[in-house]
């Protein structure tokens, strides 16, 4: 396992957190941090930037924002 994403999902689609510009909103209100391979650390930290996003007073887009753990296979 490489790390944790924030995704949001709507349609069947998928939006970035970073294409929203999230990760300095949980620079601000979190101590956001990064791992080797880019990703978020721990499921406790996505799960927290998860649930700060979702939140409808903070006028992020309307999606299910979503904590994904990302993987890399090898052949």
């Not at 990703?39 to 998860?50: A, T």
């Amino acid at each position: 396992m490489m790390g944790y994403e924030v995704l949001g999902f709507e349609y069947g689609s998928f939006h970035s957190y970073l294409c929203n510009g999230l990760e300095k909103d949980f620079n601000e209100h979190f101590k956001f941090a990064m791992n080797q391979d880019g990703f978020i650390p721990s499921i406790e930290d996505v799960s927290r930037y998860c649930d700060y996003s979702n939140d409808d007073d903070l006028g992020t887009e309307p999606v299910l924002w979503l904590p994904w753990a990302i993987f890399e296979y090898s052949k």
